[in-house]
Nanobody, 120 residues
Framework: QVRLVESGGGSVQAGGSLRLSCVAS?????MAWFRQAPGKERERVAH????????EYADSVKGRFTISRDIAKNSLYLQMNSLKPEDTATYYC????????????????WGQGTQVTVSS
C-alpha cells in the first residue's frame, strides 16, 4: 500500500498562485492531480507519466497549471498560476500501481486532499 500526502493548499485571490505538493511513500507509475468542487464531478486536472516525459492537462487549466515530479523524491507537484474562482475545489494527488497509459490507467492510490479556495 502506497501512502500519498498532499500539502500546499490554501486561500488566494483571483490571479494569484499556489503550489501543491504530494509525497508518495514508495515508487509509483503514472501520477495525477484531480479536483472536486462541491456538487460537481471529480475532474482530472493533469497527469504525468512514470519518467515525467509525457504530460497532459485538462483544457480548463492549460497554460496556467504545470505538473512536475521528482522521481528521486517520489514527489509530485502542481504549480497553479492565474488562479480563478472556478479553480476552487479539493485537490487530490493520485497514483497508479500498474503500468499503462496515464489517461486510462486506474489510479488506485489517493491522498486525503487539500483545499484550494480562490476568491474574486
Amino acid at each position: 500500500q502506497v501512502r500519498l500526502v498532499e500539502s500546499g493548499g490554501g486561500s488566494v485571490q483571483a490571479g494569484g498562485s499556489l503550489r501543491l505538493s504530494c509525497v508518495a511513500s514508495a515508487y509509483t507509475y503514472c501520477m495525477a492531480w484531480f479536483r472536486q468542487a462541491p456538487g460537481k464531478e471529480r475532474e482530472r486536472v493533469a497527469h504525468q507519466s512514470t519518467t515525467g516525459s509525457f504530460t497532459e492537462y485538462a483544457d480548463s487549466v492549460k497554460g496556467r497549471f504545470t505538473i512536475s515530479r521528482d522521481i528521486a523524491k517520489n514527489s509530485l507537484y502542481l504549480q497553479m498560476n492565474s488562479l480563478k474562482p472556478e479553480d476552487t475545489a479539493t485537490y487530490y494527488c493520485a497514483a497508479a500501481s500498474n503500468m499503462g497509459r496515464c489517461a486510462t490507467v486506474e489510479y488506485n492510490y489517493w491522498g486525503q486532499g487539500t483545499q484550494v479556495t480562490v476568491s474574486s
